[in-house]
């Protein structure tokens, strides 16, 4: 009907002269010379004059730069000033937290009163050092981003619960552990004897690339109350009270800028591909070349999100690059194979979420218990888990249970192993001894959903007819050995896979090189993640359209 609605009016239009038949014909797509006359439209008015502009991008490199990595389970800082040089192997540099340390748990802690009293592996140790009638008043966040992803729900005024059970906006928590990240940086520039201020740089944060819009403003909101782009900052943080989140000032919003996790990865692993700087466990090519067309696939401690990028430009000239399929990805980052690891602990004891340990009557001792095994979880097993995915000889993992939870399941644990144990696991005093085989049980969902993911996505470019040269793995579970030689035994035998040197640190120092002139590329074309449109169809007349074509709305009237 859209087609026939469209005729009438313009039938109409032309009976009533205001329009000819000249007027209908398509004109040629030639832009008028800049000293043209403004032609007139049917109805008089005149049409605007073209204004010619020069091809220019969308923000000029910088003489400073600082990118924070803000991951799920960790992040870092890296940052360039016009001082430093990118002749250096490692001209960005990475600020130092916890003790030199250029990678940190994404963990804070704030005092009763709402301030930072400390962040990273310190935060935890802090807080679990905290004695039980002073837990309670204090706030401890760690690993918050999860939230951030999909679309249904995120918004301003989203809560995040501290592990004391206290509510606050999510924003606001994310605001604090910018402006610790963003407060410490500026400090250890200014102990070295630099006098820089936070305006004196530019700021990026990256963001997953298959994160849907509202996590992004999200971000970038949480940045501004950071105070990346101003001097001023968040104040304390304050237990939700029913109001919505304040909302910032965009304080010169050409300071800060979202950058796409796998995009910044992108630049990294190229130019360690070209210096032939690949992790220990990795096939290094003979020869250094650039892949026309790669996947970046960033697996961390929360989400996997791959990229297929396909490079436009010829040797010698700017990179610039298209976008092959929309990003992709899901959640099976290394976080999985910690939740596999508490799944097995409740089925051995016999305790579905551990509620003897942890639903205690007493409230100090429920949250003591909690922070015990968040410990548990998040530093035993993980150190473990990273030590398994290095591994070169086979050698059972070591885990030491809280004495508080051994004390708790002793005579659970010995019934546990000997039910369900098969062999795979023994207890020794207060320690759980883990077979590689058992480990890779823990290993094998996260490992499914990210081969599945891949083989789907390279699915799609054959159908595509798009080839790819080279699978990157980066990120801190991406990098890890373990997945590296799962993912070259699924997809080896058809195309590279290169894990650079630093993998946990390639989508923060690409994240300072894409902002710099050396490095900047710039992304041409991108695939729209969804689209939209109107099906227009005759309706249906049965005696002329076969019935097989007949489809009937919900008032049962054929259409």
């Given at each position: 009907h859209?087609?026939?609605?469209?005729?009438?009016?313009?039938?109409?239009?032309?009976?009533?002269?205001?329009?000819?038949?000249?007027?209908?014909?398509?004109?040629?797509?030639?832009?008028?010379?800049?000293?043209?006359?403004?032609?007139?439209?049917?109805?008089?008015?005149?049409?605007?004059?073209?204004?010619?502009?020069?091809?220019?991008?969308?923000?000029?490199?910088?003489?400073?730069?600082?990118a924070i990595d803000f991951g799920t389970t960790n992040c870092s800082l890296g940052y360039i000033t016009e001082n430093d040089t990118l002749e250096l192997i490692n001209g960005v540099i990475k600020c130092p937290f916890d003790g030199g340390k250029m990678r940190v748990p994404t963990a804070i802690l704030l005092t009763a009163s709402g301030v930072i009293d400390s962040f990273g592996s310190d935060a935890r140790s802090a807080y679990a050092n905290l004695e039980d009638c002073d837990r309670e008043s204090y706030f401890f966040f760690e690993e918050i981003k999860m939230d951030l992803q999909g679309n249904e729900g995120v918004c301003r005024d989203m809560k995040v619960k501290a592990a004391n059970g206290k509510e606050f906006f999510?924003?606001?928590?994310?605001?604090?552990?910018?402006?610790?990240?963003?407060?410490?940086?500026?400090?250890?520039?200014?102990?070295?004897?630099?006098?820089?201020?936070?305006?004196?740089?530019?700021?990026?944060?990256?963001?997953?690339?298959?994160?849907k819009a509202r996590g992004k403003?999200?971000?970038?909101?949480?940045?501004?109350?950071?105070?990346?782009?101003?001097?001023?900052?968040?104040?304390?943080?304050?237990?939700?009270?029913?109001?919505?989140?304040?909302?910032?000032?965009?304080?010169?919003?050409?300071?800060?800028?979202?950058?796409?996790?796998p995009e910044s990865a992108a630049i990294y692993c190229h130019e360690m591909l070209r210096?032939?700087?690949?992790?220990?466990?990795?096939?290094?090519?003979?020869?250094?070349?650039?892949?026309?067309?790669?996947?970046?696939?960033?697996?961390?401690?929360?989400?996997?999100?791959?990229?297929?990028?396909?490079?436009?430009?010829?040797?010698g000239e700017p990179v610039v690059v298209e976008e092959l399929h929309p990003p992709t990805g899901n959640d099976w980052g290394g976080s999985r194979v910690n939740k596999r690891f508490y799944e097995y602990l409740q089925d051995l004891v016999d305790d579905p979420n551990l509620t003897e340990y942890t639903g205690t009557c007493c409230p100090e001792e429920n949250l003591a218990n909690k922070c015990s095994l968040s410990k548990l979880l998040n530093v035993t097993f993980e150190e473990q888990k990273q030590m398994f995915g290095r591994a070169t000889?086979?050698?059972?993992?070591?885990?030491?249970?809280?004495?508080?939870?051994?004390?708790?399941?002793?005579?659970?644990?010995?019934?546990?192993?000997?039910?369900?144990?098969?062999?795979?696991?023994?207890?020794?005093?207060?320690?759980?001894?883990?077979?590689?085989?058992?480990?890779?049980?823990?290993?094998?969902?996260?490992?499914?959903?990210?081969?599945?993911?891949?083989?789907?996505?390279?699915?799609?470019?054959?159908?595509?007819?798009?080839?790819?040269?080279?699978?990157?793995?980066?990120?801190?579970?991406?990098?890890?050995?373990?997945?590296?030689?799962?993912?070259?035994?699924?997809?080896?035998?058809?195309?590279?896979?290169?894990?650079?040197?630093?993998?946990?640190?390639?989508?923060?120092?690409?994240?300072?090189?894409?902002?710099?002139?050396?490095?900047?590329?710039?992304?041409?074309?991108?695939?729209?993640?969804a689209t939209y449109g109107k099906d227009v169809v005759i309706r249906f007349d049965g005696e002329i359209h076969d019935k097989s074509h007949r489809k009937d709305n919900d008032d049962g009237i054929p259409y």
């Open positions: 859209a087609c026939t609605s469209a005729q009438k009016v313009m039938e109409t239009l032309t009976a009533t002269g205001q329009w000819t038949e000249a007027d209908l014909v398509p004109s040629p797509s030639v832009p008028p010379a800049d000293d043209e006359p403004p032609k007139r439209t049917p109805n008089g008015v005149s049409r605007a004059k073209r204004v010619r502009r020069e091809k220019s991008g969308f923000r000029k490199p910088s003489k400073n730069t600082a999510l924003v606001d928590v994310v605001a604090q552990m910018l402006k610790y990240l963003k407060d410490e940086f500026i400090k250890t520039l200014n102990r070295a004897g630099h006098k820089f201020e936070t305006t004196d740089f530019d700021w990026v944060i990256t963001v997953p690339a298959i994160w403003q999200m971000m970038r909101e949480a940045g501004y109350k950071a105070g990346l782009c101003s001097k001023e900052s968040c104040g304390k943080l304050q237990v939700v009270s029913g109001a919505q989140p304040h909302q910032p000032t965009e304080t010169a919003p050409n300071k800060l800028s979202l950058a796409l996790e210096r032939k700087q690949v992790a220990k466990h990795c096939k290094c090519p003979e020869t250094p070349f650039t892949p026309r067309t790669y996947l970046i696939v960033d697996v961390g401690g929360g989400t996997v999100d791959i990229t297929a990028h396909k490079l436009v430009s010829r040797p000889k086979e050698r059972p993992a070591v885990v030491h249970l809280p004495p508080s939870m051994y004390e708790t399941y002793k005579e659970a644990l010995k019934q546990g192993v000997e039910r369900i144990g098969k062999g795979k696991i023994k207890l020794a005093q207060q320690s759980l001894r883990i077979t590689p085989q058992l480990m890779e049980e823990f290993f094998e969902p996260s490992m499914n959903g990210i081969l599945g993911c891949i083989s789907s996505l390279l699915r799609n470019l054959s159908e595509q007819q798009e080839t790819v040269d080279v699978i990157y793995l980066v990120g801190g579970y991406g990098g890890c050995p373990y997945v590296y030689h799962r993912v070259e035994k699924e997809f080896g035998h058809q195309y590279k896979c290169i894990v650079p040197d630093r993998p946990e640190l390639a989508v923060v120092e690409g994240a300072v090189l894409s902002h710099t002139a050396t490095f900047s590329s710039t992304v041409q074309a991108r695939k729209a993640g």
